[in-house]
């Protein structure tokens, strides 16, 4: 991910990029041009203002605490943390040395889940009643230090609170280990918002099928967002009568027009940064916040404690 962040802060307007990063030198292969630097202390030296942390999550807080210490901006990729004691320390440093921080969760950056969550806040789908997910593809060989839940599930932790407007309340979870690892590479998760709109996500490293889909359902209709294509569908229930006697007696809505909206479709990757180059600058943007970010984290290790305990687990 670090060779996405390089590539579109070279080419970002009103950005210097000055420098990489890696002490496992793996970043020359990918960079070649680029300098790189063996430490983060190397990049402190530099005076830069902003830092972006794209290193393996058990990482995180010691690189992040130093960068705050000195007084760099940081865009952390997510999740913020590994634990939510971690990124409460990270989210309490950053707060106290007024340094501008936000987490890499991409998804709301998706054109598509922002022109829903935008249509959501004009009323067009009316009360929201369901958000499901589902989060399912091949196994990433990067990821060895969490499972499917802090590295993917995150995504849709994320997501579905901003789309609500809500956070979690309860969570239940169902997991599994299949392919001899350390960690769950499958979950099943059961969910309810403090507005009381019912969640549900499905999300594994299995799957040879690559999906990204957010199914929101309201009173008006449903909108089925696929964050791979940046596609928005909208299934709006039907207003025709059922003539026919023997299904008559169903009472449930009926299908009526579908509509796929055309709208513009910008890297989110570009759109995540051009937010945080303005953040930093004391300009009009939308982050997710260390705050967001840490909140996400509280609510993934209470979907790990459900599945350990096959209890429910109440935030």
């Given at each position: 991910m670090g060779a996405n962040h390089a590539r579109v802060l070279s080419s970002l307007d009103g950005v210097d990029f000055v420098a990489v990063a890696d002490p496992q030198g793996d970043a020359r292969a990918l960079m070649p041009p680029q300098e790189i630097l063996k430490s983060?202390?190397?990049?402190?030296?530099r005076k830069v203002d902003y830092?972006?942390?794209?290193?393996?999550?058990?990482?995180?807080?010691?690189?992040?605490?130093?960068?705050i210490d000195a007084g760099i901006h940081i865009l952390i990729e997510k999740?913020?943390?590994?634990?939510f004691e971690s990124?409460?320390?990270?989210?309490?440093?950053?707060?106290?040395k007024g340094v501008v921080g936000a987490v890499g969760h991409i998804e709301r950056f998706n054109s598509a889940l922002q022109q829903a969550r935008t249509r959501i806040l004009n009323g067009d789908l009316g009360e929201i009643y369901q958000i499901s997910t589902r989060r399912l593809g091949p196994f990433p060989s990067r990821i060895a230090d969490v499972g499917v839940v802090m590295d993917l599930a995150t995504h849709d932790i994320d997501l579905t609170s901003w789309l609500a407007n809500s956070e979690y309340q309860k969570v239940s979870a169902q997991s599994a280990t299949r392919s001899g690892r350390l960690h769950e590479d499958l979950v099943a998760v059961v969910a309810q918002l403090n507005n009381g709109v019912v969640v549900n996500h499905l999300v594994n490293w299995l799957s040879p099928l690559k999906e990204r889909k957010t199914i929101i359902t309201g009173e008006k209709g449903t909108y089925v967002v696929d964050t791979l294509?940046?596609?928005?569908?909208?299934?709006?229930?039907?207003t025709v009568n059922v003539?026919?006697?023997?299904?008559?007696?169903?009472?449930?809505?009926?299908?009526?027009?579908?509509?796929?909206?055309?709208?513009?479709?910008?890297?989110?990757?570009?759109?995540?940064?051009?937010?945080?180059?303005?953040?930093?600058?004391?300009?009009?943007?939308?982050i997710v916040t260390l705050e967001n970010g840490t909140k996400t984290v509280e609510v993934a290790e209470a979907i790990i404690a459900s599945t350990k305990n096959q209890l429910g687990v109440n935030l």
């Open positions: 983060v202390d190397e990049v402190i030296a830092c972006v942390v794209a290193a393996p999550t058990a990482f995180h807080e010691e690189i992040a605490l130093k960068l999740p913020i943390a590994h634990t990124a409460t320390r990270i989210s309490k440093a950053a707060k106290d294509t940046s596609d928005l569908t909208f299934y709006a229930n039907g003539s026919q006697q023997q299904i008559a007696h169903f009472k449930g809505v009926t299908q009526g027009d579908i509509q796929i909206y055309a709208f513009n479709k910008p890297e989110p990757l570009m759109l995540e940064h051009q937010n945080f180059r303005d953040a930093v600058l004391g300009l009009d943007s939308e």
